[in-house]
């Protein structure tokens, strides 16, 4: 009989912030073949994977808010640059064999489809990746946010959320050394000590609809095994 996968379908967010680099292409590309390799290794064992790339390696509308340009041109601008990410990506698996498609939540004609359930669950369960790119396609947003409405609709099992420690502490653990790593939290105790770890807006909605987020350590290159095959405890789990 198949071993039952711990989760069958995830929805898996990463930070801009991970494909950048200080090499003459400014292009993270160990860490972009590890991830490859990660949800190869998923993708192997039928795990459904979706993914939400951020892009916060090349604008933030925040930041660029702060420099005169407005809030929803600095936003689009934003949501642009998590096109580029993701078409980055895609190329990568495309090159590694992985059946994957890009999906919009705005027409990009020529670039990639538009995201609809319907077409991306029979992508998922025919064995696709699918990556979301453009975020919401709405400003005052995150690609957290974006993570947390596809990971309620497409109905993941978990959110994925890598980032660059182990998981959540009770304060910055590279500033702070002695700083607790949390095991489990509950939705509401993250708002309530304020631990920064994703906005409120997409906390709020995954709370909500009780969608639990798994936070880990992005830069670990067995990380996505470990979470699926491991016995000890991984990341900190945010649920109810
Ligand atoms: N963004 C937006 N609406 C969305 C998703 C993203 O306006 O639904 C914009 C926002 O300006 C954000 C930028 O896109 O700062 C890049 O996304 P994010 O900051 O989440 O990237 P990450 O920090 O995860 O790399």
Redesign the pocket.
């Known amino acids: 009989m198949k071993k039952k996968n711990k989760y069958s379908r995830i929805l898996l ?1 990463i ?3 991970f494909l950048k680099s200080d090499s003459t292409h400014n292009v993270n590309i160990n860490f972009i073949h590890s991830l490859t390799q990660q949800v190869q290794v998923l993708m192997q064992s039928n795990v459904q994977v979706a993914l939400v790339i ?4 090349l ?4 930041e660029l808010a702060k420099i005169g340009i407005r809030r929803t041109v ?6 642009l ?2 096109v580029m990410n993701s078409l980055l990506i895609y190329e990568f698996f495309k090159k590694s064999n992985i059946k994957v498609k890009l999906f919009s ?1 705005t027409s990009l004609e020529g670039l990639c489809d538009r995201y609809r359930l319907d077409t991306v669950n029979h992508a998922l369960q025919n064995g696709y990746a699918t990556i979301f790119c453009f ?12 993570a947390c409405v596809y990971g309620i609709d497409i109905k993941a099992d978990i959110f994925l959320k890598g980032t660059k420690v182990n998981g959540i502490y009770s304060s910055d653990p590279l500033i702070h050394p002695k700083a607790k790593l949390y095991n489990k939290l509950r939705y509401q105790e993250v708002l309530k000590k304020q631990l920064k770890v994703m906005d409120y807006a997409s906390l709020v909605l995954a709370y909500e609809h009780k969608l639990p987020i798994l936070v880990f350590n992005m830069y670990n290159p067995k990380i996505l095994h470990d979470i699926f095959m491991s016995t000890n405890h991984i990341g900190t789990l945010i649920s109810e």
């Open positions: 967010k930070s801009g912030e951020g892009g916060g390696n604008f933030r509308g925040s600095s936003d689009q601008i934003g949501m640059s998590t939540s975020g919401l396609g709405i400003p005052f947003f995150t690609t957290d946010s974006a």
